[in-house]
Structures are given as structure tokens and as C-alpha cells.
């Protein structure tokens, strides 16, 4: 049997085709920009880029998640806001109600903007929704990143409450006919329900910022960290280098053109060798 050596036809027919299968392999890459084409490229990268692949997809969907409660946090704050303005509205109206000073007028006139008060601090609490869902009716829980915020009803019958003399007294309770209304009820008593109810949303503003910064805030932080880790991860197993692709390709080029020359110039000198020998 004769022996292939590096000159022999099938040799070089050999290092041809490995040139050749280098160069489409180069091109494929440079096309597609990936480095893993199909499972033979690398079955082990391939299973490490696509746990990858898992990873992102449920970083994206926690990061959804997270961007629906942020969502949810601004709308309550912005409502809560609005709230604790009409408040200090409303603290300033039973200070000035409390004055010794005032006609029977000025009182029924102080009375009818605390009830436009409370009416708007009813309505902002019974139609601040989100995607349907009500805010402000007491049965809203917030969840984070392991922490969890429960935002109560902030209605008027549910802001300043106390217990005074037996009965449970609050906000509405300055309203007109109420015990603590501006025009003949308890005027220390509307200025303390008023100030609990300031500080009772001004508390849980506190609350809800706490929750957005140190729960919703730090794990969005968190999740872009992992997200831009696992991404780079990804991407050395699965993008192709262009430049470096392109260099490999040129010299399989450079491989490929060498043999077919070396290819040529062996079978030129086999067929001089014939000639002599005919």
C-alpha cells in the first residue's frame, strides 16, 4: 500500500478542504454574528449560553415586576401628596376657627371649604386606580425585593382617628354635623384630628419612600448589575469578534490559496516526470 506523504494529491486534497470548511465557517460567523451556529460548535458553550439565556429572561421578568410596583409607589405618592396638601389647608382652616374673633359667617364660610376639604380627600382616596385597581381603599400590599409595604384606606373616616369620650372620632368627624365641625363643635378636638391625619399620611409617605428607595430602587440597581454581567457572559460565548473573525477568515484564505499553488506547482513537476519518462 503507498504510503500518503505531505506532497501526495490526498494530502493536499486534505488541507484544501480544511481551509475551505475554515473559511465557511469564518463567513458563517461574520453573517450570522454568532460564534455558536448550531450544537456541534460547542455543545458545552452551547449549554452555558443558554442557561444564560435563562438567567436574563428571569431578570427581565423580575425587572417587569419591579417596574409595575415602582409604578404603582409613584401613583400612591402623588395621591398621598395631594392629600397632605389639603391638609395643611385644613389645619390652617381649625386654627383660624378657633379664634374668639370671628362671626357666625366667618365660621359657616371656614366650615363649607373644611367640607370641600374632606369631599376632596373622599374622592382622591375612592378613584386613585391603577390598570382598575384601587389605591387607596385599604386592601393594597406592595411587595420588593423581600419587604412589603401595606398602604391603608385613607378615606376622612379613616385618617385621625382617637376614641374621645366613647365614641371614635376622625377626620369626617369636622365635617358639618360632625362633633369637632368649625361652627359649634369641639374646636381643640377638629385641630387634633386634623394634625393626626397630616401625620398620619405624612408617616406613611415616609414609609412609602423608604420602600421605593431601599426596596424597589436598590433591587432594580441590583437586577441592571446582573443583567449587564449575564449579558457580557452571553455575549463572549455566543457573538462573533468581527475583527478577529475576519483575520482568522484571511488566513484560512491565505492557507487555502498556499496549498492550491503548492498543489498546482507538485502536479506540474508529476507531469514533467511522466514526460521524461514516456
Do not use: C, W
Request: charged share 20%; glycine share 8%; aromatic share 4%.
Amino acid at each position: 500500500m503507498e504510503a500518503v506523504t505531505s506532497s501526495s494529491p490526498a494530502s493536499f486534497a486534505r488541507h484544501l478542504a480544511a481551509s475551505a470548511r475554515k473559511m465557511h465557517d469564518s463567513m458563517e460567523r461574520l453573517a450570522t454574528g454568532r460564534q455558536l451556529n448550531r450544537a456541534a460548535d460547542s455543545p458545552a458553550d452551547l449549554i452555558t449560553a443558554e442557561s444564560l439565556g435563562a438567567t436574563l429572561a428571569a431578570i427581565e421578568a423580575e425587572a417587569r415586576a419591579l417596574q409595575r410596583v415602582e409604578r404603582v409607589s409613584a401613583s400612591v405618592d402623588g395621591a398621598l401628596g395631594e392629600i397632605s396638601n389639603l391638609l395643611v389647608e385644613a389645619e390652617g382652616l381649625a386654627i383660624a376657627s378657633a379664634s374668639d374673633f370671628l362671626s357666625v359667617e366667618e365660621q359657616q364660610a371656614n366650615q363649607m371649604e373644611m367640607d370641600s376639604i374632606i369631599a376632596s380627600v373622599n374622592y382622591i382616596a375612592g378613584t386613585t386606580t391603577f390598570n382598575g385597581q384601587s389605591l387607596l381603599d385599604g386592601g393594597l400590599s406592595l411587595s420588593a425585593a423581600g419587604q412589603s409595604l401595606s398602604i391603608p384606606g385613607m378615606a376622612a373616616g379613616a385618617l385621625g382617628q382617637a376614641l374621645i369620650d366613647g365614641e371614635l372620632q376622625s377626620l369626617a368627624s369636622v365635617g358639618s354635623g360632625g362633633a369637632f365641625n368649625l361652627v359649634n363643635g369641639n374646636l381643640e378636638g377638629a385641630q387634633q384630628a386634623v394634625s393626626a391625619a397630616a401625620d398620619q399620611v405624612n408617616a406613611l409617605r415616609g414609609r412609602l419612600g423608604a420602600f421605593q428607595r431601599y426596596g424597589v430602587g436598590a433591587r432594580q440597581a441590583s437586577l441592571d448589575d446582573a443583567f449587564m454581567a449575564t449579558t457580557a457572559a452571553r455575549s463572549q460565548l455566543m457573538d462573533t469578534d468581527s475583527a478577529a473573525e475576519s483575520a482568522r477568515m484571511r488566513l484560512a484564505e491565505l492557507e487555502y490559496r498556499a496549498g492550491l499553488s503548492a498543489f498546482r506547482a507538485g502536479d506540474r513537476a508529476r507531469r514533467r516526470l511522466l514526460s521524461l519518462l514516456a
